[in-house]
């Protein structure tokens, strides 16, 4: 990196887990010969494939198209598909916000960026905020996203075992203090990397300390409600008028067209608003039009519940019946898997770090992604940090297969050498 280069890109510049991931994931697509499980690409289901192939059509046909790929939208997002999500939220989570609490965005990752950068770093009042994450391990990026140096405070989890085979995480309220100094709190629900799912009481109980301290929560949904609904266990979505909801078309197959939606407060979507006009002039508008009629038409939560979910949910079956098979006899445990497309492997007696165990698996051709990355700002000397590995299983199951002898081997390796 260039000394002449600015203090704020260097932050984007070093070695970030993200840039490792994506790194990774244009590796994939040149040479074929890797087995993915790493990044977070969603699985291409043909059912959800075929409908957007048509909405495609449709959207030619009609003569949308010319206007769509011609016209710079409004930095709000498409407003048939701001009323559309509105009415919505409204009919399906009986939501009373309006046209003004919502604004699309360029990906969730860059919802992300603008509202860790909105709420994080030295703020107008003098005073230099922080992101709380109250429960690492978290979505790799958040480490990654903030200008500001030390701008992330995160919280280590209570370790739950369940069983020989799995354990949970849970938020350790016990050390969660809110200072001045945090501008707001973020969690992943479902959680990537480790498919944790956080309680309804655990989520009561955010919103709440969001309440009283007068910060937003930041909720996560990429996996989650109201769509693609990658849960499985039956969780509620509560309505907490401060909180910042960010969903994705991401995860229901629709990484490449970059469509994040956020739902918060006027002043909030009027902030991001603004950040959209000077940074990209207009927001993409390729996925709103493109799921525009399967929301209005509610055909985005049978398609979520129908399909979306029965096809990881089946592929987590094969990967665990698996990973019986490979892991039988290793000390590698699981987090229990309640959404999202991601094993989180936990090796206690691992006598590596797990970036040393992810270089000697991506040798033998598999992609993972080493744990560390999960842990912003987690000392090394909390071991577990060093001992996971989070595995994607949205790859067809003999790919799946393949990767997990590998890593068994491996694991195996190094555990007895
Ligand atoms: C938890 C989580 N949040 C946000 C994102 C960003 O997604 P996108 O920018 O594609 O909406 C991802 C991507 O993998 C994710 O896993």
Request: aromatic share 14%; glycine share 12%; net charge negative.
């Given at each position: 990196m260039k000394d002449s280069y600015s203090k704020f890109s260097s932050r984007f510049l070093g070695e970030t887990g993200t840039k490792l991931l994506m790194d990774d994931l244009g590796e994939v697509s040149t040479n074929p010969r890797y087995i993915n499980l790493g990044g977070g690409n969603p699985a291409l289901i043909p059912e959800m494939t075929r409908l957007f192939r048509e909405s495609i059509l449709e959207l030619v046909d009609s003569g949308e198209f010319d206007k769509l790929i011609s016209t710079y939208e409004s930095p709000q997002g498409n407003d048939l598909f701001i009323r559309s999500v509105q009415e919505f939220l409204a009919d399906t989570l009986g939501w009373d916000v309006n046209e003004s609490n919502i604004v699309v965005t360029n990906g969730s990752q860059s919802s992300f960026f603008t509202l860790f950068n909105l709420f994080a770093g030295l703020c107008v009042d003098g005073v230099n905020r922080s992101i709380l994450l109250?429960?690492?391990?978290?979505?790799?990026s958040y480490g990654d996203?903030?200008?500001?140096?030390?701008s992330l405070v995160c919280h280590l989890p209570t370790i739950n075992d369940i069983d020989d085979t799995f354990f949970k995480y849970s938020i350790n309220f016990e050390d969660l203090r809110i200072s001045s100094e945090i501008g707001a709190m973020c969690v992943s629900r479902p959680s990537n990397p480790s498919g944790n799912v956080i309680t309804d009481c655990e989520m009561s109980k955010l919103i709440e300390l969001a309440e009283n301290h007068e910060i937003p929560l930041i909720i996560d949904s990429a996996y989650g409600?109201?769509?693609?609904?990658?849960?499985?266990k039956d969780v509620s979505l509560p309505f907490s008028k401060g909180a910042i909801y960010c969903f994705s078309?991401?995860?229901?197959?629709?990484?490449?067209?970059r469509t994040g939606i956020v739902v918060a407060e006027k002043p909030i979507i009027d902030a991001i608003k603004s950040i959209n006009a000077v940074t990209s002039l207009s927001v993409n508008a390729v996925g709103s039009l493109l799921t525009l009629k399967l929301i209005t038409s509610r055909t985005i939560t049978t398609l979520s519940r129908d399909v979306v979910k029965p096809f990881y949910q089946a592929h987590l079956a094969a990967t665990l019946e698996l990973c019986g098979q490979y892991f039988r006899d290793l000390d590698v445990r699981i987090h229990r898997?309640?959404?999202?497309f991601f094993l989180w492997l936990w090796?206690?007696?691992?006598?590596?770090?797990s970036g040393e165990l992810y270089q000697r698996i991506k040798a033998r051709g598999v992609l993972v992604i080493p744990?560390?990355?999960?842990?912003?700002?987690?000392?090394?000397?909390?071991e577990h940090k060093n001992q996971c590995l989070r595995l994607s299983y949205a790859q067809d199951v003999e790919s799946i297969e393949r990767g997990l002898k590998i890593i068994s081997q491996e694991i195996r390796a190094v555990l007895r050498r």
């Open positions: 109250p429960m690492t391990p978290e979505y790799i996203l903030l200008a500001g140096e030390d409600q109201p769509f693609p609904e990658i849960l499985f078309l991401s995860k229901l197959g629709l990484a490449g067209l898997p309640d959404g999202a090796i206690p007696d691992l006598p590596i770090t744990g560390n990355y999960f842990f912003p700002g987690v000392s090394d000397s909390w």
